[in-house]
Protein backbone atom coordinates (compact mmCIF):
# COMPACT_ATOMS: atom_id res chain seq x y z
CA UNK A 1 0.00 0.00 0.00
CA UNK A 2 1.22 3.51 -0.44
CA UNK A 3 0.09 6.96 0.41
CA UNK A 4 0.44 9.60 -2.01
CA UNK A 5 0.88 13.50 -1.03
CA UNK A 6 0.89 16.20 -3.74
CA UNK A 7 2.86 19.58 -3.25
CA UNK A 8 4.25 22.42 -5.37
CA UNK A 9 0.45 24.13 -7.24
CA UNK A 10 0.07 27.45 -6.91
CA UNK A 11 -0.61 30.95 -9.18
CA UNK A 12 1.41 31.25 -11.95
CA UNK A 13 1.46 33.77 -15.07
CA UNK A 14 1.20 32.45 -18.43
CA UNK A 15 4.28 31.15 -19.76
CA UNK A 16 5.82 30.40 -15.96
CA UNK A 17 6.66 26.87 -14.66
CA UNK A 18 5.73 24.90 -11.90
CA UNK A 19 7.11 22.02 -10.53
CA UNK A 20 4.70 19.57 -8.86
CA UNK A 21 5.96 16.90 -6.03
CA UNK A 22 4.53 13.50 -5.27
CA UNK A 23 5.81 12.02 -1.63
CA UNK A 24 5.37 8.34 -1.01
CA UNK A 25 5.40 6.55 2.06
CA UNK A 26 6.20 3.16 2.07
CA UNK A 27 8.96 0.69 1.04
CA UNK A 28 7.49 0.27 -2.14
CA UNK A 29 7.00 2.91 -4.36
CA UNK A 30 9.63 1.68 -6.37
CA UNK A 31 7.18 -0.89 -7.52
CA UNK A 32 4.71 1.12 -9.04
CA UNK A 33 3.90 2.97 -12.12
CA UNK A 34 3.46 6.13 -11.32
CA UNK A 35 0.79 8.70 -13.12
CA UNK A 36 -0.67 12.39 -13.62
CA UNK A 37 -4.13 13.17 -14.14
CA UNK A 38 -5.85 16.68 -13.79
CA UNK A 39 -9.18 17.82 -13.28
CA UNK A 40 -10.33 21.42 -14.42
CA UNK A 41 -13.83 22.84 -12.75
CA UNK A 42 -16.87 20.75 -14.34
CA UNK A 43 -14.82 18.20 -16.39
CA UNK A 44 -13.65 15.00 -15.77
CA UNK A 45 -10.43 14.02 -14.54
CA UNK A 46 -7.76 13.03 -16.73
CA UNK A 47 -4.31 11.65 -17.65
CA UNK A 48 -1.32 14.40 -18.15
CA UNK A 49 1.63 11.93 -17.76
CA UNK A 50 2.82 8.64 -16.39
CA UNK A 51 6.71 7.29 -15.77
CA UNK A 52 7.39 3.42 -15.37
CA UNK A 53 9.49 1.96 -12.62
CA UNK A 54 12.91 2.92 -13.11
CA UNK A 55 11.57 6.44 -14.63
CA UNK A 56 13.54 5.56 -18.27
CA UNK A 57 10.25 5.51 -19.46
CA UNK A 58 7.66 8.28 -20.18
CA UNK A 59 4.57 8.98 -21.98
CA UNK A 60 2.31 12.31 -22.53
CA UNK A 61 -1.16 13.65 -23.34
CA UNK A 62 -1.03 15.71 -26.44
CA UNK A 63 -2.04 18.41 -24.75
CA UNK A 64 1.27 18.66 -22.53
CA UNK A 65 3.56 17.03 -24.81
CA UNK A 66 7.20 19.13 -25.31
CA UNK A 67 5.82 21.49 -22.25
CA UNK A 68 5.21 18.81 -19.44
CA UNK A 69 8.13 16.09 -17.94
CA UNK A 70 7.64 13.73 -15.74
CA UNK A 71 10.50 12.30 -13.51
CA UNK A 72 10.48 10.75 -9.92
CA UNK A 73 13.53 9.57 -7.56
CA UNK A 74 12.67 6.55 -5.96
CA UNK A 75 15.79 7.08 -3.31
CA UNK A 76 13.19 9.71 -2.19
CA UNK A 77 10.07 8.30 -2.43
CA UNK A 78 8.91 11.14 -5.27
CA UNK A 79 7.79 11.58 -8.28
CA UNK A 80 7.98 14.65 -10.12
CA UNK A 81 6.09 16.77 -12.78
CA UNK A 82 7.89 19.88 -14.17
CA UNK A 83 6.26 22.54 -16.00
CA UNK A 84 6.97 24.87 -18.50
CA UNK A 85 5.42 27.38 -20.88
CA UNK A 86 1.96 26.95 -19.13
CA UNK A 87 -1.17 28.61 -20.50
CA UNK A 88 -4.56 28.97 -18.65
CA UNK A 89 -5.83 26.07 -19.95
CA UNK A 90 -3.87 23.75 -17.77
CA UNK A 91 -5.52 25.63 -15.08
CA UNK A 92 -6.53 22.30 -12.64
CA UNK A 93 -6.31 20.33 -9.62
CA UNK A 94 -3.50 17.87 -10.76
CA UNK A 95 -3.37 14.40 -8.43
CA UNK A 96 -0.57 11.86 -8.53
CA UNK A 97 -2.03 8.02 -8.49
CA UNK A 98 0.39 4.68 -8.35
CA UNK A 99 -0.73 1.86 -10.38
CA UNK A 100 0.52 -1.40 -10.89
CA UNK A 101 -0.63 -1.09 -14.52
CA UNK A 102 0.97 0.52 -17.34
CA UNK A 103 -1.92 2.45 -18.08
CA UNK A 104 -3.19 5.98 -19.49
CA UNK A 105 -6.87 4.83 -17.75
CA UNK A 106 -8.13 6.42 -14.31
CA UNK A 107 -9.59 3.56 -13.38
CA UNK A 108 -6.13 1.30 -13.42
CA UNK A 109 -5.20 3.82 -10.97
CA UNK A 110 -5.30 2.27 -6.92
CA UNK A 111 -3.93 5.13 -4.82
CA UNK A 112 -4.26 9.09 -5.32
CA UNK A 113 -3.07 11.87 -3.55
CA UNK A 114 -5.09 14.70 -2.32
CA UNK A 115 -4.24 16.91 -5.59
CA UNK A 116 -3.01 20.33 -5.46
CA UNK A 117 -4.34 23.15 -7.05
CA UNK A 118 -2.46 25.51 -10.39
CA UNK A 119 -3.71 28.44 -12.03
CA UNK A 120 -2.62 30.25 -14.52
CA UNK A 121 -3.09 33.64 -15.08
CA UNK A 122 -3.45 35.73 -18.33
Known amino acids: QVQLVESGGGLVQAGGSLRLSCAASGRTFGSYFMGWFRQAPGKERQFVAR????????SYADSVKGRFTVSRDNAKNTAYLQMNDLKQEDTAVYYC???????????????WGQGTQVTVSS
Open 97 to 111: AASSMWSIQRGAYGY
Open 51 to 58: INWTGGTT
